[in-house]
T-cell receptor, first 110, second 114 residues
């Protein structure tokens, strides 16, 4: 079964607005990562947050991690049409297996 | 190579035939993963290699699926007696670190079983 589950499943916003996606997971983790996928092919790594970190920034991306709630959020600020893609959270658990959630499909309207 | 390379990029086969999918990871990457993604769905974990050994094969859907990795580099995923439900994009990823952190993905193989 999937370790991570994202919500919402789909999100449609206007260019310039912020997009927030959430991820929940079930077991203990070493780190949590967010990936982006365009056109149903290869995924691109966006950001990694370790289990002892609570917040991390990278450009227009902000990730939070709450290990007590087993949840994470990805915030994309000032969204652009080029941000349209599917976004997945992935968790690395002890045993070094990286498991992906079902993803959030983001559509940014120009 | 510069990135993870997968071949073929597309494969159409008839039900009952065997197929072999290839993944060439980034040079020096010790960890290699295979995932399967059906249309509009998330990534389903299939198998993970550390070097040539596969400590976790728990995701392989059935005994028709097998994978090997030789020389700590190229990996092949073999599906025997393909079924229509095997149709999906098969993604390979590799990672350089022992803790298998950031994964680098190939572009995938789109498998269509008619």
């Amino acid at each position: 079964s999937q370790q991570g589950e994202e919500d919402p499943q789909a999100l449609s916003i206007q260019e310039g607005e912020n997009a927030t996606m959430n991820c929940s997971y079930k077991t203990s983790i070493n780190n949590l990562q967010w990936y982006r996928q365009n056109s149903g092919r290869g995924l691109v790594h966006l950001i990694l947050i370790r289990s002892n970190e609570r917040e991390k920034h990278s450009g227009r991306l902000r990730v939070t991690l709450d290990t007590s709630k087993k949840s994470s959020s990805l915030l994309i600020t000032a969204s652009r049409a080029a941000d349209t893609a599917s976004y997945f959270c992935a968790t690395l658990s002890p045993g070094f297996k990286t498991i992906f959630g079902a993803g959030t499909r983001l559509f940014v309207k120009a | 190579g510069a990135g993870v390379s997968q071949s073929p990029s597309n494969k159409v086969t008839e039900k009952g035939k065997d197929v072999e999918l290839r993944c060439d990871p980034i040079s020096g990457h010790t960890a290699l993963y295979w995932y399967r993604q059906s249309l509009g769905q998330g990534l389903e974990f299939l198998i993970y290699f550390q070097g040539n050994s596969a400590p976790d094969k728990s995701g392989l859907p059935s005994d028709r699926f097998s994978a090997e990795r030789t020389g700590g580099s190229v990996s092949t995923l073999t599906i025997q007696r393909t079924q229509q439900e095997d149709s999906a994009v098969y993604l390979c990823a590799s990672s350089s670190q022992g803790k298998n952190e950031k994964l680098f993905f190939g572009s995938g193989t789109q498998l269509s079983v008619l």
